[in-house]
């Protein structure tokens, strides 16, 4: 089965509001990853945090992570009608000693649509 | 910089035929990934490489599916013979590092995806 579950499963939103995106995992992991899938094409990596990591930015985009609750949440601010996309979290597990076991596993992803 | 290439974009072919995917991953990274990705859902590792070594491949249904990495830059992954449930998104990936260490970079460069429809 996936190691991240995404939540909510589709958001729809109006152009300028936040969205916001969740992830839950089952294992320990070295770190989580969010990336951005356009219809029809590859993903794209956004922003990567590590397991000793609470909360990174890059541009709109705000994640967070909760090792203790074992999730991770996606926060796009102001968004766009460009910003219309599948959101996949991706996990990098790990032993108890944060040793990555070398295999990225990713969620069901979020259908997010922006309306303008 | 380059991105990764895959070939062909999409591919049709009935039941029990096969079928092949290239991928040409950007220049200089040692580890190439290839991901199945079933409408609706997220990518499923089918098999990782770490230059022309298989890394892990316990996804990897053996009986129909296989993949080489000769010279550790290009992949072709094979599909003999096809099912019908193998209609999917083949997708290719590389990175600059393997994410067997410490504290890896982690970051996956994907290329545009090779859609195949089972008959």
């Known amino acids: 089965s996936q190691q991240g579950e995404e939540d909510p499963q589709a958001l729809s939103i109006q152009e300028g509001e936040n969205a916001t995106m969740n992830c839950s995992y089952k294992?320990?992991?070295?770190?989580l990853q969010w990336y951005r899938q356009n219809s029809g094409r590859g993903l794209v990596h956004l922003i990567l945090?590590?397991?000793?990591?609470r909360e990174k930015h890059s541009g709109r985009l705000r994640v967070t992570l909760d090792t203790s609750k074992k999730s991770s949440s996606l926060l796009i601010t102001a968004s766009r009608a460009a910003d219309t996309a599948s959101y996949f979290c991706?996990?990098?597990?790990?032993?108890?000693?944060?040793?990555?076991?070398?295999?990225?596993?990713f969620g069901q992803g979020t259908i997010l649509t922006v309306h303008p | 910089e380059a991105g990764v290439a895959q070939s062909p974009r999409y591919k049709i072919i009935e039941k029990r035929q096969s079928v092949a995917f290239w991928c040409n991953p950007i220049?200089?990274?040692?580890?190439l990934y290839w991901y199945q990705q079933i409408l609706g859902q997220g990518p499923k590792l089918l098999i990782q490489?770490?230059?022309?070594?298989?890394?892990?491949d316990s996804q990897l249904p053996k009986d129909r599916f296989s993949a080489e990495r000769l010279k550790g830059v290009d992949s072709t992954l094979k599909i003999q013979p096809a099912k019908l449930e193998d209609s999917a998104v083949y997708l290719c990936?590389?990175?600059?590092?393997?994410?067997?260490?410490?504290?890896?970079?982690?970051?996956?460069?994907f290329g545009e995806g090779s859609r195949l429809t089972v008959l």
């Open positions: 990936a590389s990175s600059l590092t393997s994410l067997r260490v410490q504290n890896p970079t982690g970051e996956l460069f």
């Open positions: 294992t320990s992991i070295n770190n």
């Open positions: 945090i590590r397991s000793n990591e």
């Open positions: 991706a996990t990098d597990p790990s032993n108890a000693g944060g040793t990555s076991y070398g295999k990225l596993t």
């Open positions: 220049s200089g990274h040692a580890t």
């Open positions: 490489f770490q230059n022309n070594g298989v890394v892990d």
